[in-house]
């Protein structure tokens, strides 16, 4: 697998796309989830250009195996896309909200915040989905600034 690897995923309305960014220390790929969906399972550089839905951890080697996903090409990763060292969770306590973690990615040092400024909403969720989670949200359209 080399950096700019984008595969599809089949959905209910189509196929989503991921790219794969890096594998970090632990053995974890993260992937762009990109934006276009498409009926023909075709995607071009204009596509993987826009910006993303959400990056996110996923064990993208593993699906490729089992055929989860399937390769489509290599595409650049586009210039204005930052792997940010922040992401973010919710923080419940028995079910009660009582706010948001920003975890530092590499030191997964945390800290609390109760209201996301703008910059922090941009900020993808943090850990590691599965392709089942990444189909739903897909299929539900589910973007980083309706997360509140």
Do not use: C
């Not at 306590?93 to 030191?107: C, D, N, P």
């Amino acid at each position: 697998m080399k950096i700019g690897d984008v595969f599809k995923i089949k959905t209910n309305i189509g196929f989503g796309y991921l790219q794969y960014v890096e594998t970090d220390d632990l053995g974890i790929d993260f992937v762009r989830v990109l934006e276009p969906i498409s009926a023909n399972g075709e995607i071009t550089q204009a596509g993987v250009d826009q910006t993303e839905r959400w990056n996110i951890g996923f064990p993208l080697k593993t699906a490729a195996r089992r055929k989860i996903v399937e390769m489509v090409g290599n595409f650049e990763i586009p210039k204005s896309f930052v792997n940010s060292e922040f992401a973010r969770s919710e923080h419940n306590i028995r079910g009660e909200f009582l706010g948001w973690h920003i975890v530092h990615k590499s030191t997964l040092k945390r800290e609390l915040k109760s209201d996301l400024d703008e910059k922090n909403l941009k900020l993808s969720p943090h850990g590691i989905m599965n392709d089942t989670l990444i189909v739903e949200r897909l299929e539900q359209n589910w973007r980083l600034e309706n997360w509140k």
